[in-house]
């Protein structure tokens, strides 16, 4: 369709330089302007003017699938484009561009330059607008919802903030739950490089990234029809970054957002970067059930540890207990007592003793 367009375009183009062009006359030679002389004249330029549609037409044949796919790539890139960015820089283009014809009276003086200095103007003027509007994207937003110029309120940033999730926190799936509990506010952010590395997850080869990627793809259409949030797609894309993992702390610069996430090498790039993080880990480590030494537990060892005569067993929320001599009670249900809890970047691990071999010592 662009190039059919294209066509028209130039070839009309080329059609009113010949109908109108008196110079191609004075180039031909003798004989064929005494020729051209006998001819109606209408005729004539209706010759020139069929002549210069099919040199255009021609020429632009060459180049026509050069252009018509850098017009199509420049389409795509602005299409990608947030739609305020676009309307802040539309609309401080427009103004620069009233600045410079407002100053065209200005420059009538300068006779035969004018013309160039009003261009100048123009270029200058409307390149610095579209600056301008750009950085006060937030600013013109506020005035277009609420008529006001000022800055928009603390309680109402607060409650559009974005939550950008990444992929490894939508395949984990328990983001689903955190959102159904309304722990998380504002709008959750769903990337669409993230949705293309889940689709591209979901068609592996491989059966286990296969399934992984389809819970992933559940979880978003969980998140999105099922639950009370507010859900954003997001179809900007940042081509000349090629990593995830970066699109995802520029996208959250932008849309000064937190991202969301369990990786542990995303969280320590986001704090590097002055990125907020929220990790899924820390908030299950954070609220699991505190024990403390000297409590009593009842637990059911279940195997052997890694040290001789050690037994491990589990609470309800998956924290490990490594019981010291508890390889006797394997399989049994027995009560404990905690000797000391220890907390890593993987969780937490708890250290205790069998409560009958304590009162035998």
């Not at 330089?17 to 209408?42: C, K």
């Not at 984990?172 to 669409?192: L, N, S």
Request: glycine share 8%.
């Amino acid at each position: 369709m662009i190039k059919r367009a294209f066509q028209i375009i130039t070839g009309l183009c080329g059609a009113w330089l010949g109908y109108t062009s008196e110079a191609i006359i004075r180039i031909l030679p003798q004989s064929a302007r005494i020729a051209l002389d006998s001819m109606n004249e209408l005729a004539v330029h209706l010759i020139f003017a069929a002549a210069g549609a099919c040199a255009f037409l021609l020429i632009f044949s060459i180049f026509a699938n050069m252009v018509s796919n850098q017009v199509l790539s420049g389409i795509s890139s602005l299409a990608r484009q947030p739609m305020d960015q676009l309307a802040a820089g539309t609309t401080g283009l427009i103004a620069g561009l009233v600045i410079a014809l407002l100053l065209y009276p200005a420059t009538s003086w300068l006779g035969n330059m004018s013309e160039w200095v009003r261009f100048a103007f123009a270029c200058l003027f409307g390149y610095v607008g579209l600056r301008v509007g750009l950085e006060k994207k937030e600013e013109l937003g506020s005035f277009w919802k609420s008529g006001s110029w000022s800055v928009v309120k603390q309680e109402e940033q607060w409650s559009h903030e974005h939550k950008i999730l990444d992929t490894s926190v939508i395949i984990d799936g328990r983001i689903a739950d955190i959102c159904k509990t309304g722990f998380i506010e504002g709008t959750i952010v769903i990337p669409q490089f993230v949705l293309e590395e889940l689709q591209h997850i979901a068609d592996s080869s491989d059966l286990l990234k296969r399934n992984r990627g389809r819970r992933g793809l559940d979880i978003l259409n969980k998140i999105q029809k099922e639950l009370d949030v507010k859900v954003l797609i997001y179809e900007g894309d940042f081509e000349e970054i090629s990593e995830v993992d970066s699109k995802l702390v520029k996208l959250a610069k932008l849309l000064h957002g937190k991202v969301v996430t369990n990786d542990f090498n995303l969280n320590k790039v986001c704090e590097l970067q002055g990125v907020s993080v929220l990790n899924i880990n820390d908030l299950a480590n954070a609220v699991k059930p505190v024990v403390l030494p000297g409590e009593e537990i009842m637990v059911q060892v279940i195997k052997d540890g890694k040290e001789y005569g050690q037994g491990v067993a589990y609470l309800d929320d998956g924290t490990m207990i490594v019981v010291e001599g508890g390889r006797d009670y394997i399989g049994s249900i027995t009560e404990v007592l905690v000797t000391s809890v220890l907390q890593t970047s993987a969780g937490r691990m708890i250290f205790a003793k069998p409560k009958l071999l304590e009162k035998a010592q």
